[in-house]
């Protein structure tokens, strides 16, 4: 009998092994150790927190609530730490699946209230029973079964938008009143589950909850991948406009190469009179002149850079930038016409790289104003991307993340690069040292 009494307020706590499980699923790309590793400490140390408050709770006869919320708390600080996303977002996750969690627990109370209702239990227990507690225990397991897919893929990727980052200031409001409803409905007296129909109406409303709630996180994923969705039209029509841009800067540059073609004929007849006639002063001013009125018609030969149309359109875009802010820029370019990737994410790995490249240097004094970009692919299944730049000032990193120098709070492009990369199976790395920054990106390409 003691140890039957022991085991129950152990087991209620143990739902928070579950709870971290379910938490740590959308957000495995953003570790800061390996899974491997986090798993071998935190396992026992939260199996050991469950044993010694439930021997606590055993021993003072009183509910494990306090305990709970205790170990609850130190499990969210541990989780937050143990990432590399806002606290936003860590707190908002772990709350939600608190609240699942706390709508479980009301159904198992009920479930109690059932399984013990003929064996006159007229004061309140601290605990549930030994079935009961199975039964809760039992039920969070499956849950974390049953989102595992949608926690590790449409989670994942809501995470990973940087267009939903400011959802997560205001989303962490929902699962926080779901969780004080729960507590609200816990009743004072035992007695009263057994009055009239309250314990009907007690499942009900618990199975009510939870369902509202489930329904409430699969409108918020719907929205998230609508919001991803247009959000990805809106970088593709952007990087369509860059291409037609481009390719009206060529056909520029085509018309203008005709023309100069047509007027060298002249020229040289001109030159070739002048030169009958031994006039040298007047075939030099001539020639003076002649280069004066032809230097803006002359096509700059950096525009194409590569043979791949969306990489060269984006390489384009912010090398016109570079020139306009008397940036020097250096592109070494290796990349055929076609490419077995997902352009779209090459291209927002180059224009994050390069924006935040041509932000920095105008930050720098002119004399120091540089970019070198080079780009190539490697045996056919991996693209190779470097970009350096000089930089001013200092560069703030907290826990291997960029902070924004724009705005408070992480920088955007690199954590967009970094997470590109790891989707696409590659890597990343970013220095800076004496003035430099320096970005190197592998992506894998589908021939990989």
Request: hydrophobic share 45%.
């Amino acid at each position: 009998m003691i140890v039957y009494d022991i085991i129950r307020p152990i087991l209620e706590l143990m739902v928070v092994i579950p709870g971290m499980i379910l938490a740590y699923l959308p957000v495995k790309s953003y570790m800061k150790q390996p899974l491997g590793r986090i798993v071998s400490w935190m396992l026992p140390l939260l199996l050991g927190a469950c044993v010694i408050c439930g021997g606590i709770s055993y021993r003072l006869n009183d509910s494990v609530g306090i305990l709970l919320l205790l170990v609850a708390a130190s499990a969210m600080v541990i989780y937050h730490r143990t990432l590399k996303i806002s606290l936003w977002k860590s707190v908002s996750i772990f709350l939600a699946v608190s609240a699942v969690f706390a709508c479980v627990n009301s159904i198992s109370r009920a479930v109690n209230a059932k399984l013990t209702a003929d064996l006159n239990i007229t004061q309140n227990e601290p605990w549930f029973c030994l079935k009961a507690e199975i039964f809760y225990n039992a039920m969070c397991w499956l849950f974390v079964l049953l989102a595992w897919y949608p926690a590790s893929h449409a989670a994942r990727t809501m995470i990973a938008d940087d267009n939903f980052a400011q959802t997560w200031y205001i989303f962490w409001i929902v699962p926080s009143i779901f969780i004080v409803l729960n507590i609200f409905m816990v009743p004072t007296y035992r007695s009263t589950l057994y009055t009239g129909r309250i314990l009907a109406g007690y499942i009900v409303i618990s199975l009510v909850l939870l369902a509202i709630l489930v329904l409430f996180y699969a409108m918020f994923l719907a929205m998230a991948n609508g919001l991803n969705r247009n959000a990805r039209l809106q970088q593709e029509n952007h990087f369509l406009s860059l291409q037609k841009e481009r390719y009206a800067n060529l056909q520029t540059a085509i018309e203008e190469t005709r023309q100069a073609r047509h007027d060298m004929r002249h020229h040289f007849l001109r030159l070739s009179s002048m030169a009958e006639r031994g006039d040298l002063d007047e075939i030099k001013k001539y020639l003076s002149n002649m280069m004066e009125k032809m230097s803006g018609k002359i096509p700059d030969q950096s525009l194409h850079f590569c043979e791949n149309q969306a990489a060269d359109s984006i390489i384009s875009h912010y090398a016109a930038l570079a020139a306009k802010e008397e940036i020097s820029f250096k592109a070494a370019i290796e990349l055929p016409a076609e490419i077995p990737t997902d352009e779209i994410d090459l291209c927002l790995v180059l224009s994050n790289l390069l924006e935040n490249a041509v932000e920095a240097s105008i930050r720098t004094e002119k004399s120091r104003r540089k970019i070198n970009l080079e780009v190539r692919l490697h045996h056919t299944h991996l693209i190779l991307i470097q970009v350096e730049n000089a930089f001013s000032g200092q560069i703030q990193e907290k826990n291997e993340v960029f902070q924004s120098s724009k705005r408070d709070g992480n920088g955007i492009g690199i954590e967009s690069v970094r997470r590109i990369s790891e989707k696409n199976g590659g890597s990343s790395s970013f220095q800076y040292k004496n003035g430099i920054f320096t970005a190197k990106i592998i992506l894998r390409t589908k021939s990989a």
